[in-house]
Structures are given as C-alpha cells and as structure tokens.
C-alpha cells in the first residue's frame, strides 16, 4: 500500500525570525520548526513526511508550496504562531485555507477541531459565513499549492499568556498531536482508534496534572 506523502511548512526561518517575543525569549521560527518536527514524529507510522526546512534557514515564501508539488504531496499544513497589537488575542488559535470550498476547508477543519479538543483553554478565532470555521485568505504559501492546504496560527506569541503556552513542551506536544490527527482523520490513514487515543489520553492526564498543581500553588 502507497503510504500518502503530506509536507509540514515550519512558518518562517533563517534572516526571517517570524513573530518575536523578546520579553520570555521565543520566535515564532523557532517554535514552529518544534511543533512539525513533533508532528512528523506523530505521523512517521503511516504517511511519508516532508518538512520545508529541517533546521533554523531561510526558505522563500514561493519555494515552499514548489515542493509539495515537485513531490505531489497529498497535504500540506504551513504551521505558525500569530501576533497582534491586541491582548485579547491571547489564548486563541486560528486556520486559513484559501477562498471558496474545496478539500482544503476538510483539513483545516480536521486539525482545529482536534486542536480544540486538545487545548480547551484556548478559543477558536472562527469565521461561520461559510458554514465552516477557518478563515479564508489570499496566503502565498498555500495558494501555490496543488493539494489541500492549510495554515494554522497555533496561538499568539506577543502575547505573556499566549508565550507561557508555546514555551510549555506538553502545550506544543497537544499542537502537534492535532496537526497529526487532523491529517490522518483527512487523508483515512492509521490507527485512530488504538494508537491516537492512546496519544489524547495520555496528554489528557498531563492537563488534569498541570490544573491540581495551580490550585496547589495557588493555596501555597
């Protein structure tokens, strides 16, 4: 059986650092390279993955999608971390795929609902006028592509809250575990009903973990 190839796009890189936080230390370039290197491990057991860049270089906007079609991918999922003038953006998360329905409004919709189902504490920026959630954009690196695309903001990094969140190593593990079950619940592939759940349980456990020990803290 021909395992299904799906490229991961680590948003930014290299001269281009992405969205800066210097405040905790943290890029947006290095952040998202973490979540699609984590996301490849993830999917590794039933499709071929391909990330853009490998390490912390620069990759144009144009030669990206260039290679999920040279290598006709089956998906391709740019990944990156938001940033706005506003704090209210902080603990939120949002996906884009380019105007009108197609296959790629299916992806993106696979990989936010299990993103929300992973961090319940952040909230989905959504955009219902079409009956879906993702927002519809114009984007370079996912409008040059033949296969179903889509970028995903993963949260917002100016942000104190939405920074704590990217910097936690479980918070972009549950990331990258979306990115993994969106692609296989779209492209029908793997185990989801073993090895998947096992994954959601597990960091399940870590949640429930993580909310006993601020209340300790909190009653310290």
Same mark, same amino acid.
């Given at each position: 059986?021909? /395992? ?25 370039? @290095? ?12 999917? =590794? ?16 906007? /144009? ?53 929300? /189902? ?38 917002? %990094?100016?942000? %104190?809250?939405?920074? @704590? ?26 185990? =989801? ?16 973990? @993580?909310?006993?020990?601020?209340? %300790?803290?909190?009653?310290?």
């Amino acid at each position: 059986m021909i /395992r299904p190839l799906v490229v991961l796009d680590p948003g930014h890189g290299g001269r281009d650092p992405g969205a800066v936080n210097e405040l905790a230390g943290v890029t947006e370039a @290095e952040m998202t390279l973490d979540v699609c290197r984590r996301a490849e491990a993830l999917l =590794s057991s039933c499709c071929e993955v391909v990330l853009t860049r490998e390490k912390d270089c620069y990759v144009s906007l /144009r030669a990206r999608p260039v290679l999920a079609n040279k290598l006709k991918a089956s998906a391709f999922v740019s990944y990156h971390f938001n940033a706005s003038s506003s704090s209210r953006t902080a603990l939120s998360f949002e996906g884009f795929t380019t105007p009108g329905q197609n296959r790629s409004d299916q992806l993106c919709q696979a990989i936010l609902d299990a993103h929300g /189902r992973l961090l319940p504490e952040q909230s989905l920026r959504a955009d219902r006028s079409d009956q879906d959630d993702d927002k519809e954009a114009n984007f370079a690196v996912i409008r040059g592509t033949d296969c179903p695309s889509c970028l995903i903001e993963g949260e917002f %990094i100016h942000t %104190i809250h939405g920074a @704590e969140l990217i910097k936690n190593d479980n918070k972009r593990q549950m990331m990258a575990l979306a990115v993994a079950l969106g692609v296989k619940k779209f492209l029908e592939v793997g185990n =989801s009903s073993d090895q998947d759940r096992q994954d959601f349980d597990f960091l399940a456990s870590i949640q429930v973990i @993580e909310k006993e020990l601020e209340a %300790i803290k909190k009653n310290l």
